[in-house]
């Protein structure tokens, strides 16, 4: 997303000069502040690092409202928001799994989870799939990615009582993001659920593990 959120390589934002991207841990879902640069005067030029992620975070997260799924009606633009999310995040998927996933999640997936959708500006973007206290899925169309509607949507699934979630190991963005707000590792399956090559690890919340 343009804004706050992207890298800035140069230019002018409210007066200063932008030099560089500063990525920090537990901000943006990983996306980058902003170093600045004032101009020059009579006591010498000098950086600062602007705080604005929190408030650029804060500010989306507002726009972001969640509600239970409409149903099977909804489905296809959930697997729209499924596509865009892999695309932009499981280039390790093979196009055969990737496909064959694709095709099960409205007659398979989705009809054993609740469902949670994300709305900014009252579209969808984002949704989430529990199923007791676990966290089956979680997905942000790319365009959104890095503006709270994933954190809004774990949230909700916290509140609900989740505990647990399973990620692919060679998705480390997803781990690094769960990692963050509390999960760890507490297990690892070489294959995934049906079997493919795509490496598991089960992370608990840390407050849970005992």
Request: aromatic share 8%; charged share 20%; proline share 5%.
């Amino acid at each position: 997303m343009a804004g706050l959120t992207q890298r800035f390589g140069g230019g002018v934002v409210g007066g200063l000069r932008c030099v560089h991207g500063t990525t920090m841990p537990g901000i943006l879902e990983s996306r980058p502040l902003v170093s600045c640069e004032l101009p020059d005067n009579s006591d010498g030029g000098f950086q600062v690092l602007l705080g604005m992620a929190d408030w650029y975070n804060s500010a989306m997260t507002s726009r972001v409202s969640l509600r239970a799924c409409h149903g099977p009606d909804e489905y296809p633009h959930l697997v729209a928001i499924w596509r865009s999310a892999v695309d932009a995040t499981h280039d390790f998927l093979a196009e055969p799994d990737r496909d064959e996933i694709e095709r099960q999640l409205a007659p398979s997936y989705f009809p054993q989870v609740g469902l949670t959708v994300a709305d900014v500006d009252g579209s969808p973007v984002g949704f989430s799939g529990t199923a007791g206290s676990g966290l089956e899925m979680l997905f942000v169309h790319a365009d959104t990615r890095g503006s709270g509607v994933g954190t809004a949507l774990l949230e909700h699934a916290l509140d609900a009582g989740v505990t647990t979630v399973d990620v692919n190991e060679q998705n480390d963005q997803a781990v690094q993001f769960y990692l963050r707000r509390g999960f760890e590792v507490t297990g690892r399956s070489e294959n995934d659920e049906a079997g493919r090559p795509y490496p598991l690890l089960h992370m608990t919340l840390r407050a849970t593990v005992s």
